[in-house]
């Protein structure tokens, strides 16, 4: 018996994806579509000996083919021989859920149509004859609570009982669509068409709420009541400001934190030690248990180190998500991101980025237009992550130590200065082409399904314990080369190709006050791994290895004052080096991760070389104009 196919379709926020999780589980498949970087969900599952395909396809409202989930919806319905389309419609705003249901009638598209959230529907009092409603549109209607498991799990016996092939169109909805093909074919401009169809939709639409749903008892809903706060002009934004630093504290300091220095201690240390005298004890070469302990488990460890925080973070935001209260960020937010020629939406990912950059260029999917999406991506970088602070406490403890917060927070502001700057610069360059839209839809708030928060939890950070695991252990063991290697063979690292190139770099920072190998070396490591810059420092002045963590800045200064590094650096040498370290190309793990979700090696390349010369301008300014006000020393 051949494989059932269905599509899931509807708004955003109709419990669609809830559905989707509940009928497959673990048995889907998460990919792009083609071209473009929208997520593909398939899943599989069985049922009466029937084998069952799921596509989860983009919520849309419509299907204009404008944006690319509305013409990946449309060109995957009318392209593809389906058994079922199922239009999932939240009953709660069944009104506004029609318009879609309308558009793909018109298209002759037939569908069951699945009247969700009815829980939601009868707490604000709205009721729904489903047998009327089923008579004024002609096509199947079931009824389904999405977080309720027994609810949805009968839609599989709908889906293998339900043959399409046995319902048209009401006779008021074909006339809908006679009345659309005459608009179409009339003489009528675009705009004048276009909105004479709109006219009709919403005409139609009426007759069938007339004739099978009730709203004379609907009052104002919880959710409203709750936004009275939370959306309120005066209180939304310190709220958010105070979610949004929880949401820091259980990533970076309460949860995560801790588990990710477990990790790094568990692999860093003990799995190393193990390594180093279980390798040395089966007699294997020096060169050999290097490249392993010193090069491929302490490089991979460094990502392995990072993925508790890249889980938690993307826990909040979809438990955040799924309760109804992102929307409100993007609402509160959006005055103040169009300033920096973006979206309310937009506010996410720039903040992740403070963090970590790997998760926040991946949380750009969520904005609507490639614009938005693609100045986000590019933007990220410039924050100061939690692999910069390092650099910039070390620096600030040894050369302003009097100043060294205030110093480690003028980074901060240059970061986000910097990354205000060129989004409008993009945003007026490069992209400027590319509309952005902010349509925006404040579902109601509810307890998120656990497992939707899971299952989405699990699909973003998958990719980057891939993506980013199979690039850092490259990297890793590139650098181990370049660290022990010359063209000769084995040497020690101030002999090594690094240094060479180290050496070859020192020269384009000439002009900003850091021109030595020791520099070039720690710069060109930053590429590889910005938390490697204090290490890399560390042994190539001979301090032997020094504490990366930047609660240790003090401690590490006082040893790297003893060695060269103190002559080495002015204090605005020192700036200046701060500043193109906040700046310059991201790490090979951001790199990898932009690759990922930019879609081609172009913006991989793009990205490294303008942030690169970017750091090396506003350095060099920095630098020279010091210089000339006389703070040199």
């Not at 104002?220 to 310190?238: F, T, W």
């Not at 520099?519 to 490697?532: D, F, Y």
């Amino acid at each position: 018996m051949s494989t059932l196919g269905v599509a899931l379709t509807g708004n955003p926020n109709t419990g669609k994806s809830t559905i989707f999780n509940e009928l497959t589980g673990a048995r889907q498949k998460i990919g792009n579509w083609p071209g473009v970087t929208v997520d593909k969900k398939v899943g599989y599952t069985r049922y009466n000996n029937r084998a069952i395909s799921i596509v989860d396809l983009p919520g849309t409202y419509s299907v204009n083919a404008r944006s690319p989930e509305e013409k990946i919806v449309i060109d995957y319905l009318m392209n593809n021989k389906l058994d079922l389309v199922m239009d999932v419609v939240d009953s709660s705003n069944i009104e506004r859920n029609l318009f879609l249901t309308v558009q793909l009638l018109e298209a002759g598209i037939p569908l069951l149509i699945d009247l969700n959230m009815q829980d939601d529907a009868a707490r604000r009092g709205i009721k729904i004859d489903t047998k009327r409603l089923e008579e004024a549109i002609g096509m199947p209607v079931v009824e389904t609570v999405g977080r309720d498991s027994k609810s949805t799990k009968k839609l599989l016996d709908v889906f293998t009982n339900t043959v399409m092939a046995n319902y048209e169109v009401s006779p008021q909805v074909q006339a809908h669509i006679d009345t659309v093909n005459a608009i179409k074919a009339s003489s009528k401009s675009e705009e004048e068409k276009e909105e004479a169809i709109i006219e009709a939709r919403y005409a139609l639409i009426d007759k069938i709420m007339a004739q099978s749903v009730d709203m004379s008892n609907v009052g104002q809903s919880k959710s409203e009541k709750i936004d009275r706060y939370l959306a309120n002009g005066v209180l939304a934004l310190p709220i958010f400001l105070v979610i949004l630093y929880a949401v820091f504290q259980i990533t970076f300091t309460w949860i995560g934190q801790p588990i990710a220095d477990f990790l790094d201690d568990l692999i860093n240390t003990d799995f190393v030690d193990f390594m180093t005298d279980f390798l040395t004890d089966a007699g294997v070469a020096d060169w050999m248990v290097s490249l392993v302990c010193d090069g491929i488990i302490s490089g991979v460890g460094a990502v392995l180190t990072f993925v508790p925080l890249i889980f938690v973070l993307f826990f909040c935001l979809s438990f955040l998500d799924g309760t109804g209260y992102m929307a409100r960020i993007a609402f509160i937010m959006d005055p103040i991101m169009r300033r920096c020629g973006l979206t309310g939406k937009g506010v996410m990912p720039l903040m992740m980025g403070f963090g970590c950059g790997v998760p926040a260029i991946m949380g750009a999917r969520a904005l609507d237009s490639e614009k938005d999406r693609m100045v986000s991506i590019l933007v990220t970088p410039f924050l100061t992550c939690g692999a910069k602070l390092p650099i910039m406490a070390l620096f600030a403890a040894m050369f302003f130590p009097d100043n060294a917060a205030n110093v480690v927070f003028a980074m901060y502001i240059i970061g986000m200065l910097m990354a205000i700057i060129v989004a409008k610069g993009l945003g007026s360059t490069i992209f400027k082409s590319e509309g952005s839209t902010f349509l925006l839809e404040l579902p109601p708030y509810r307890m998120p399904d656990m497992k939707t928060v899971l299952l989405e939890t699990w699909d973003k950070g998958k990719g980057y314990l891939i993506k980013a695991g199979t690039i850092i252990f490259a990297a890793s063991v590139l650098l181990w080369v370049m660290s022990n290697y010359n063209f000769s063979g084995p040497c020690e690292i101030e002999d090594s190709i690094l240094a060479t190139i180290g050496d070859w770099m020192s020269h384009l920072f000439v002009f900003q006050g850091f021109d030595t190998w020791e520099a070039g070396a720690a710069v060109l490591s930053g590429i590889m791994a910005k938390e490697t810059v204090v290490a890399t420092i560390g042994i190539l002045y001979g301090a032997g290895d020094v504490s990366t963590e930047a609660e240790d800045a003090a401690d590490t200064a006082s040893t790297m004052m003893q060695t060269g590094m103190a002559t080495a650096f002015t204090s605005l040498s020192a700036f200046s080096f701060m500043v193109f370290s906040q700046l310059y190309t991201p790490c090979v793990t951001a790199l990898g991760t932009i690759k990922k979700e930019a879609g081609g090696w172009k913006w991989v390349a793009f990205s490294a070389f303008y942030m690169f010369a970017i750091a090396w301008l506003v350095s060099l300014l920095v630098y020279q104009i010091g210089s000339l006000l006389g703070f040199a020393g």
